[in-house]
């Protein structure tokens, strides 16, 4: 009997194939667990409205006022809504062609691809054309699309971090395509040795597969670190010399928790090297209103710019945007408020500021709880999260916990964190789903929880991870 088109067996390989552990069996098992009444705290996504961050007042006030643009003829909008938020509402409704609920350009509203632009600009010191913006439905729509446009089949290879954040391995294996694995040093706080870059181009191509483009994710996902000017320098020179493009996600810039490693862009260090490598390599930077101060996951808000991209590449790209004929309105005025909060003078500036400052103080006082917490733990070593809004610990797994793992049928690290999910409720992702050295393991989880449930969080790992320990065999290190 012949296959119907949905039957398991007629599915695309490459979807089969696909896999992504942040919403993996961990989370499967964590909503399970829900369902039948046991609290969990959701730790394995950077999500942080679900973790009880409160939403920016100024944005959500114009984002309100421009969903309902009928309030603003309402002769007390001024008792509800503040004044600049009343006059920005009108702004953005003036770059749209109908409201929030009409199309808009494929690659986002001119107006807001300018606001973006001009952003960059003050950010870098350099100039950036609106024209190479594209806005899209969160950083992720951007890197998809621009992944699928360099992957043609598995002969194409595209070097990535290991840790990776798993968006990458699972587009590059829907794709088709071939992921090519650079390890980070994690006893060098995660840092990139471009020696173990060119050992990586080099096996690579040895097998027939052609790396056309290298992953950047700084500051880094899982791994927390901020790449360095020297790393940076050293990451474009190598992307200068071996012809590959660069792929900046840069979505936690704002995310930074000390002063040592500062976060700069790819861009701004591209054109600080000067001719010929500021005008050779080529380079698509991302960013995204979901993480940073702003949270506003749901909201699926991003953009990409491109650098030193042919222009009928760019046509390209605009084309296959334009089958989805327009990235999300709503989310297109978030970015616009991100790139172009209020300033001095502003009468919502002081509580922006206030609630911005707040919530970036807080995560750097809860990064240090949670790295204090892990490596008062048996077993137990994490690396300071420099950057982003997770700590990846190494856990130490006595030889027992590891047989037991393999005869249950289980990687190691996921047997861990599903005895830590049934014992704590604690959800996180075993560091297998995100790639790691062998023999090595890990577990990711964000430091998102609010911060006067942190210690309590911290003690209830330690209590969990020193009766594992026990019951398995502690190790003496």
């Known amino acids: 009997m012949s296959l119907k088109a949905f039957d398991y067996e007629s599915l695309n390989e490459n979807v089969k ?21 046991k609290k969990i705290i959701f730790t394995n996504v950077g999500n942080p409205h ?14 309100a006022l421009c969903q309902a643009p009928f309030l603003l003829d309402h002769p007390n909008v001024g008792m509800l809504f503040p004044e600049d938020a009343i006059a920005r509402a009108k702004h953005y409704l003036s770059y749209t062609s109908g409201g929030l609920g009409a199309y808009s350009d494929s690659r986002g509203l001119p107006g807001v691809r300018k606001e973006v632009a001009e952003f960059i600009e003050q950010r870098d010191g350099y100039p950036s054309d609106p024209e190479l913006i594209f806005l899209t439905d969160g950083a992720s729509k951007g890197v998809m699309q621009i992944l699928n446009c360099i ?83 050293e990451i474009l020179r190598f992307c200068y010399d071996e012809r590959l493009a660069l792929l900046g996600d840069e979505v936690y810039q704002q995310n930074i928790y000390q002063d040592k490693h500062p976060f700069l862009s790819s861009k701004k260090v591209l054109m600080d090297m000067g001719a010929p490598i ?24 991003g953009y990409f710019e491109m650098t030193n991209i042919p222009p009928k590449t760019v046509e390209e790209i605009y084309k296959i945007s334009s089958i989805a004929l327009s990235p999300n309105v709503p989310a297109q005025i978030f970015m616009g408020l991100m790139v172009s909060p209020p300033k001095p003078g502003d009468i919502s500036y002081d509580l922006f500021v206030s609630e911005s400052k707040g919530i970036l103080e807080s995560l750097r006082r809860r990064a240090k709880i949670m790295t204090d917490g892990f490596n008062s733990c048996k077993n137990v070593v994490c690396n300071f999260t420099e950057g982003a809004m997770y700590s990846f610990p190494q856990i130490k797994l006595p030889s027992k916990a590891i047989q037991t793992a393999i005869l249950a049928g289980k990687v190691p690290d996921v047997f861990y964190c599903l005895k830590l999910l049934e014992a704590t409720g604690i959800s996180t992702v075993p560091g297998s789903g995100f790639g790691q050295k062998e023999g090595v393991f890990h577990l990711r989880t964000t430091i998102l929880p609010a911060e006067e449930e942190m210690p309590e969080i911290m ?9 594992f320990m026990s019951q398995y065999g502690f190790i003496t290190t």
């Not at 194939?17 to 009444?37: I, T």
């Not at 973790?51 to 100024?58: A, S, V």
């Not at 003690?459 to 009766?467: M, R, T």
Request: charged share 20%.
């Open 17 to 37: 194939n696909c896999q992504y552990a942040v919403r993996g069996e961990l989370y499967l098992r964590a909503s399970e667990l829900q369902k039948e009444g």
């Open 459 to 467: 003690e209830s790992f330690k209590k969990f991870n020193d009766e």
């Open 151 to 233: 992957i043609s089949d598995q002969k194409d290879g595209i070097l990535v971090p290991v840790p990776q954040y798993p968006l990458y391995s699972a587009t590059i294996s829907l794709l088709g395509g071939t992921l090519v694995p650079y390890y980070l040093e994690e006893t060098e706080d995660w840092g990139l040795d471009v020696h173990n870059l060119r050992q990586s181009v080099a096996q690579a191509r040895s097998q027939g597969v052609t790396v056309k483009a290298m992953v950047i994710i700084n500051p880094g996902n899982p791994t927390g670190q901020c790449l360095s000017i020297a790393n940076l320098q």
């Open 50 to 63: 679900a973790l009880g961050q409160k939403p920016l007042t100024f944005p959500r006030q114009v984002v």
């Open 278 to 301: 500021s005008k050779e390599v080529q380079l698509v930077s991302f960013h995204t209103v979901s993480k940073g101060y702003w949270g506003e996951c749901g909201q699926r808000g």
